[in-house]
C-alpha cells in the first residue's frame, strides 16, 4: 500500500472529494456543541449539514489551525431556498471530519 497523503499537502479538489467521501459514512462526521448550538440558531437540521458535506463544493482555500495542528476547511452547498456553509476540521491523527460551525445566508 502506498503512502498517505496528509490532508495538509492535498489541493482543494482533493480536500473536498475526501470530505464527501467521508461524510457518506454519517457515523465518521462528529458535531461539535458549537455547531449544535449554530445549528438550533439557524434552524438547520443534521441531514442539511450531511447533504453540504456529501454534495457541497469548497471554493475557498483550507486554513490552518497551528495551536490545534488541524486544517478548518468550509464545504457549501445551496439547498432549501438558502446557502449553507459547514466549517470541519480535518486531522491526520483522527480520520473523522469534525465540524466546526454552520452558517447560512438565505437568497
Known sequence: MGAKLSSHN????????HIRRTA?????VVITSHAL???E????IDWEVYACLKMGIMER???RDRLRGTL?????HFGSGRNLAVAVALDDAD???????????RT
Open 10 to 17: 492535498m489541493s482543494n479538489l482533493q480536500l473536498q472529494a
Open 24 to 28: 457518506q459514512d454519517s457515523a465518521r
Open 37 to 39: 448550538a449554530r445549528m
Open 41 to 44: 440558531q439557524r434552524s438547520v
Open 61 to 63: 482555500p483550507p486554513r
Open 72 to 76: 478548518k476547511c468550509t464545504m457549501e
Open 95 to 105: 480520520p473523522d471530519l469534525v465540524v466546526v460551525t454552520v452558517m447560512t445566508r
